[in-house]
């Protein structure tokens, strides 16, 4: 087995506390909010999640890089996050139709982490003190010189980010002979999401974040898809009017996470900044239309008000997170709309929520 020596990596919090790891990736200097995703596989797809973007992936499973990386597991055209915090980083990979280890895949993707750090102890302080910026460098060594550079980043509270991940011309995606045309509005979509509709006798047509209704309603689909993606819901305000639109013409729109979130947005509820958000493959959710719970695959910083939907007539909650009550999902009583904030696509898994794609279809019909 090659012995790998690795340079000094720091990582500095913004709230002042820092450690210090061993430099993983491309040696160099990268920031983001910092985040944890408790999920114990499942790390190429995340960090090619675009709703992942301009954030620091803590990833809290020990050992990471142990089964490589692999071509078909990518959901989307390559890595969104900014960098990687991680316990134990194998350079070895057991998985013989690997296409490489994720070292490699990380200098090859310019993404800098640092490994050799207690995440325990880290996510402790995170989920105490609440989601933050960070910094993490293997070629700065003053703490000083770190923290002049980390209070150049901007909080993710107010930033528009899916018109920077998405798209920048419409594609389509499935047969053209499928039965149901489904416009989808990608503010940061995975590719999984797309499979599951294709599968489902879908032909899609991906639109740029900031499409309008009125050229998204010209291909004359049977429904609208309203993306995943990252950044702060309230100032995306070009998806809010187009939802609203869709939902003037009364028109089958189904929502995932931010696409949950400016449903919420176009019908006057408020979303906000979460204290620490929920990412990863374990979170249980209870379906109070059917109630039975499914454990669900999450990433989001922002969440629905729950008080302000019970508060609004035409909206009905449908999901709840059993961990801390929040909204996991909604539905319009007068109009043919719903939404979830979890990923029913679920890659990497569970599948217990894959039924809402043959709801979504089921409303076309």
Known sequence: MKLTFRKEAYLLLEDGTWCKGSSIGKPGTTTGEICFNTGMTGYQEIYTDPSYYKQIIINTTA???NYGTKNEEQESDGVKFSGLVCRNFSDVYSRKDASGSLQEYLERNNITGIADVDTRW?????RHKGAM??????EITNLEELKTELAKVPSMKGLELSGEVSTKEPYYVGSEENPYRIAVLDLGIKKSILDNLVQRGAYCKVFPAKTTFEVMNEWRPHGYFISNGPGDPAVTTYAIETVRKIL?????????CLGHQILAEANGVKTYKMHNGHRGLNHPVKNLITGRSE??????????DLEA????PDLEVTHINLNDNTIEGIRMKNKKA???QYHPESSPGPHDSRYLFDQFISMLQ
Request: glycine residues 8%; positive net charge; charged residues 5%.
């Open 248 to 256: 003037y013409y009364n028109l089958p729109l189904f929502g995932i």
């Open 133 to 138: 910026n960070a910094i993490i460098s293997s």
């Open 295 to 304: 454990i669900t695959s999450q990433n989001h910083g922002f969440a629905v």
């Open 122 to 126: 880290l996510v402790r302080h995170i």
């Open 63 to 65: 050992h990471i890089g």
């Open 338 to 340: 719903f939404s979830v």
């Open 309 to 312: 939907v019970k508060s609004n």
